[in-house]
Nanobody
Framework: VQLQASGGGLVQPGGSLRLSCKVSQDISRYTVGWYRQAPGKQRELVAA???????NYSDSVKGRFTISRDDAKRTVDIQMNSLKPEDTAVYYC?????????WGRGTQVTVSS
């Protein structure tokens, strides 16, 4: 299983970015999550979406980020609005299939003026 994250970049505070995670196989039965890791910090869950499209967000991004999925395209996107400097991190997507975690390579998000 391969996951490919894309869409990162440099954005000013208050700006928006949309990250996309493309998965190499059918994900319709699986939860997919977006995580991030800032320098010197542990990787943390940002948002996740279940096979039934139930979503879960960290408190730090609630109301600003929206996760969505398109099982036909095998993609899970995260729309990030009102970005803050503290959102700067490498963002990763992950899914768990048969108790095994599969991670994509990260995409850098930098929020800076």
């Amino acid at each position: 299983v391969q996951l490919q994250a894309s869409g990162g970049g440099l954005v000013q505070p208050g700006g928006s970015l949309r990250l996309s995670c493309k998965v190499s196989q059918d994900i319709s039965r699986y939860t997919v999550g977006w995580y991030r890791q800032a320098p010197g910090k542990q990787r943390e869950l940002v948002a996740a979406i279940t096979s039934g499209s139930i979503t879960n967000y960290s408190d730090s991004v609630k109301g600003r980020f929206t996760i969505s999925r398109d099982d036909a395209k095998r993609t899970v996107d995260i729309q990030m609005n009102s970005l803050k400097p503290e959102d700067t991190a490498v963002y990763y997507c992950k899914t768990t299939i048969v108790s095994r975690d599969f991670w994509g390579r990260g995409t850098q998000v930098t929020v800076s003026s």
